[in-house]
Structures are given as structure tokens and as C-alpha cells.
């Protein structure tokens, strides 16, 4: 049985890339890597913030009592509650868990955001943050900032939370073949004729993947060019 969120699907409970739903192939499989690392955070009643098609929701399922989703008016997906991450509709302390994904590089105030989800996080509660570094403008013109581990390690300390994961996603090897395939793409938009240039960047990311899997082992200068980051954060 196969059921669709989006960029992710799943098949029999396994979390796979839906290639018919995205183009970003090789930064949704690394990013899905380290989600599957931090599920392990999850517990109780959990939020998700900007849930959009909500990928990551049969991952957290199994570890968690409740799932509430919230999301803007604009949301492609079905949240439970619309609402902004600004202004969260909630009392205080009512969630064991947040989960944020590839929203936070849309809010223009980010502080404002951080200081809703500590308000709505009981103590010893996780928050899950996935955004993005080197990655192409998306969602245009509410696409205003992306952020580095310094940044993450720096919220820390003003809202004192505890780091209990932060990982680059992703390094130099895994950018050249994700901006290579999305100039593929750019150029296959150009003319209907192009259109399967859409094959050619797919492929170019499945193959750039094995390589650097298989042949490298490893990406390399991960520290300074990245895809982006994962982060958990405990409240004390």
C-alpha cells in the first residue's frame, strides 16, 4: 500500500522520495535521512507548525499520543487549524513536541516565531526544525532568509534551550549536483519541447547520489556548503 504526503511517500510504513511530486530529489532524501535520525525526540501531543502536506506525519505517528496541524491559508495540504506561527492559538504549554520544516527561511519575523513555539512547549519539550542553506529561491516573493549552524547554536543560548541534535544536510558534492539539476530544470521550462529535461535532472540527481554514496562514502566540507540543517532543541 502506497500513501502520498507530498514530497514523501509511504510504502508499507517506509518513507521514500515521491518523484512525482518534487524536483528536489537529492536535498528531500537527505533531509528525510535526518528526520528519520531525530523522530526519536518525538513524544506526547505534537504540533506542526507550517505543516504543508504534512511529509513527515506517518514517521512521527508511531511515537506520539496526538497530532495537531496548523499552516497558513495558502497551505496545500489540510491543516487542523489555520493559523500563523506568529500567533499560535494555543495556551501556553501545550504541546510535548514541534515539529517545523522548511518554514522558518518563509517568516520574516523569526524571533517572533521562536518565542510562540517556546510559549507552547511544555519544559523538557523537543522542538524539530528543518531549513534550508544553499538552495534556490522557492515560494517567491515570502522566501527572506537562510540560516547556519551559528545561527541555530545562537538561539540556543537566548532562549536557553539545549541542543540535543544539529546536523548539516548535505555538502559540496550534494550542492553542485542539486544547482546543476535545477539549471536543468530552469532550461526545461523555457519550451514545452524541454520538457523531458525534467527526466534528465531526476536522473542526474539519482546517479549524483549512488556516486557520492557509493564511490565517495561521504560528502566533504560539509561544515561550510551545505543544503541546510536539522536541529532538535530540548526546552529546560
Known sequence: MIIEYGPIKYKDGIPLINKRKTISILANRLFLDAMKEVVNYAKG???????GESPFYPLFLQ???SYVKTDILTSPGKPDIYSNITAL???DE???????THVLEHVFEPFCAFNEMKR???RRGVIIIGTPLIYWIHEAPVDYFRYTRYFYQKVAKIYD???LYLKEIGGIMNVLIDMLSKGIILVSWKSKYLSFL???SILVQDIGWVIIDKAFKKDFAIPLINLGYVVAFRKR
Open 120 to 122: 507552547v512547549l511544555r
Open 198 to 200: 525534467e527526466r534528465i
Open 161 to 163: 534551550f539545549e541542543i
Open 89 to 91: 492559538p494555543f495556551k
Open 45 to 51: 501531543e505534537l504540533l506542526d507548525v507550517g505543516c
Open 63 to 65: 511515537r506520539i499520543n
Open 94 to 100: 501545550s504541546f510535548d513536541t514541534i515539529i517545523c
